[in-house]
C-alpha cells in the first residue's frame, strides 16, 4: 500500500471532522447556523449606527465604543439565533425526517471540508509557487483532487475582484496574481463540468452584472479549457 503524506490525513481528517459535526448536528442545524452568522453579521453593522452616540457617551475611545456595539450585537444575535435553532432542530430529529436530516448533513460537512481545504490549498498556491512546496504536499495522493476542487472554486467564484477590495493583496502575494495561479497551477475542468459551469456564471451575469474584468478572465478560462 502506497504510504499516505501529512497533507493526505489532514485532508482526512478535516473531511472527517467536518462530516462528522454535520451528522451530529443534522443538514438544517448547519444551514441555520451559516443563516445565524450572516444575521449577525450584517446585524451588528445595522446596528453600529443606531447604537453609535449613546455607547460612545459612555465607552471611551471611540473605536473601542464602536468595537464593544459590534462584537455585543453579533454575539446577542448569534446566541439568540443558535437557541432558537437548536430548539428547533431537536424537534426536527424526533421526527420521522430526523434520520434524512442527519444523513443529508453528514453530505454537507463532506462538501464543506472539501470547500475548506480548497480554500486553503489556494491560498497556498498564492503564497508560494507549486516548486515551493513542501515534500508532504507535492507528493500528497489528495494534491490532484485538491487542484480539481480549487479549479472549481476559481471558476464559480469571481476571485478576480479580490485585488479591487484589498488594494495591496498583489503585494501581499509577491508576484503571484490570482489570474496567474488560475492560469498556471490549476488543472482545466472537463467541458461538460465546463458547460454547466459558464451557464450558471452566464445567469449570474444576466442578474447582478460582472464587469469587464470579470468577462476578461471567465472567457480566458473557457478558452483554455477548450485547448
Known amino acids: 500500500m502506497t504510504e ?13 471532522l467536518s462530516g462528522i459535526i454535520a451528522l451530529i448536528r443534522g443538514l438544517t442545524r448547519e444551514v441555520l447556523s451559516i443563516i445565524g452568522w450572516i444575521a449577525a453579521f450584517y446585524g451588528a ?23 464593544v456595539i459590534l462584537v455585543v450585537v ?17 424537534k ?13 448533513g453528514l453530505a454537507f460537512g463532506i462538501a464543506r471540508g472539501i470547500v475548506i481545504v480548497s480554500f486553503a490549498y489556494l491560498i497556498l498556491l498564492l503564497l508560494l509557487p507549486p516548486d515551493d512546496h513542501p515534500d508532504w504536499v507535492r507528493e500528497a495522493k489528495s494534491t490532484p483532487v485538491l487542484k480539481s476542487a480549487t479549479a472549481i472554486l476559481v471558476r464559480i467564484i469571481p476571485f478576480d ?38 451557464g450558471k456564471l452566464s445567469d449570474k451575469e444576466d442578474s447582478s452584472g460582472y ?17
Open 211 to 227: 464587469n469587464d474584468k470579470t468577462r476578461d478572465l471567465l472567457d480566458a478560462l473557457i478558452e483554455e479549457t477548450t485547448e
Open 4 to 16: 499516505l503524506a501529512a497533507l493526505d490525513y489532514i485532508v482526512i481528517a478535516v473531511l472527517s
Open 45 to 67: 453593522l445595522f446596528a453600529l449606527p443606531l447604537l453609535r452616540d449613546f455607547v460612545r457617551g459612555v465607552i471611551s475611545p471611540d473605536w473601542i465604543a464602536d468595537g
Open 92 to 104: 426536527l430529529k424526533k421526527s420521522p425526517i430526523g434520520l434524512l436530516d442527519r444523513v443529508l
Open 161 to 198: 475582484n479580490l485585488s479591487d477590495r484589498v488594494p495591496d493583496i498583489d503585494d501581499l502575494m509577491k508576484t503571484n496574481t490570482l489570474k496567474n495561479v488560475i492560469d498556471d497551477n490549476l488543472p482545466t475542468l472537463p467541458s461538460d463540468i465546463k458547460e454547466n459551469i459558464s
Open 74 to 90: 453579533f454575539v446577542a444575535i448569534l446566541i439568540g439565533f443558535g437557541l432558537a435553532s437548536k430548539a428547533f432542530t431537536d
